[in-house]
Every structure is written in structure tokens, then in C-alpha cells.
């Protein structure tokens, strides 16, 4: 009994630690403490007393990482990291519309940056160019008719070979 009681203070003095340094969601949270060899029992103590306290609060960490994110990364982009953090889709979707009431997002001027990073308006790209600018753009998130619209208005082109 006393061994089982060590470990649940042991595992609670890891996760206030783990959290003194970033706030992390709860799948994170728990992800790490399972790293650090604790047991289940173990790791739901030391969850409950972290959560008890407000330690530890999903929605408010959707809401810091979409504020911090929302002028650099689509809106896509932001809730498949999210989701891929283990925030659910309607927490992550709450908190973006909540953060979007207070700061709208332009998605255009965000994607015509990062466009920017990588060639300069006016810019002729060979097929694999235009197919590799495409592919980084879309694997940020960005629609395919956004990436279309924001070339053509940077008059990026594409240079067919035959």
C-alpha cells in the first residue's frame, strides 16, 4: 500500500514539474508521465490532482496555441495540430471561432507570406517547382483554390517543357 501511495506522489511531483516549464494538454501530459515508467493508477492520480487545480485545462491551451498561431498558420493547419495534440474536434473548433470573434484571421495574407518565404512575385517555376510550392502549401493547410488564387495574384506561373 505504502509502495502504490509513493508512486502516485512521485508521478503528481513529475507532472507539476512537467507542467511548471509549458502548459500541455491532458493527452501530453499523460503521454509523458507513461514515458517516465509511472503506472495507470499512478498517472490518473497524479491527473486528478493536477486537473483538481486547474493545472491542466485543454480549452484554455486551444485557446493560447490558436492566439499565438492564427496570424501565421491556416485554420486547418492550426486544428490538425491541435487535434494531433489530443484537443477534440469541438473544443479545438470552439476555441477558434472564439479566438477568430477577437482577431479575424486574414488566411489570404497569411498564405500570400508564406508564399513570399519562398519565391518572389513574378516568379516563373518549372513543373516540379510549381508541383513542390503546391504541395508545401497544401501540406500547410491551405485550399487548393486559395494556393490558385494567391499565385495568380503574385503572377507566380508555371513554365510547361515540351
Not at 480549452?59 to 486547418?76: G, H, L, N, P
Not at 469541438?90 to 518565404?117: F, G, H, M, Q
Request: aromatic share 8%; with cysteine.
Amino acid at each position: 500500500m505504502e509502495l502504490l501511495e509513493e508512486e502516485h506522489k512521485k508521478a503528481t511531483r513529475k507532472a507539476m514539474q512537467l507542467l511548471e516549464h509549458m502548459d500541455r494538454t491532458e493527452k501530453g501530459l499523460r503521454d509523458r508521465l507513461g514515458q517516465n515508467g509511472f503506472s495507470q493508477m499512478a498517472i490518473e492520480a497524479a491527473m486528478e490532482y493536477v486537473k483538481s487545480y486547474g493545472y491542466i485545462n485543454d480549452e484554455r491551451y486551444a485557446r493560447t496555441y490558436i492566439a499565438y498561431r492564427m496570424d501565421s498558420k491556416s485554420r486547418q493547419k492550426i486544428l490538425q495540430e491541435l487535434s494531433g495534440k489530443g484537443i477534440d474536434r469541438e473544443t479545438a473548433l470552439a476555441a477558434w471561432e472564439e479566438a477568430a470573434e477577437i482577431e479575424e484571421p486574414d488566411e489570404l495574407a497569411i498564405l500570400r507570406t508564406t508564399v513570399e518565404k519562398k519565391c518572389q512575385p513574378g516568379t516563373a517555376l518549372d513543373e516540379k517547382g510549381m508541383r513542390r510550392l503546391q504541395g508545401f502549401l497544401l501540406r500547410r493547410g491551405f485550399s487548393y483554390g486559395d494556393i490558385s488564387h494567391v499565385l495568380e495574384d503574385m503572377n507566380i506561373t508555371c513554365e510547361r517543357s515540351y
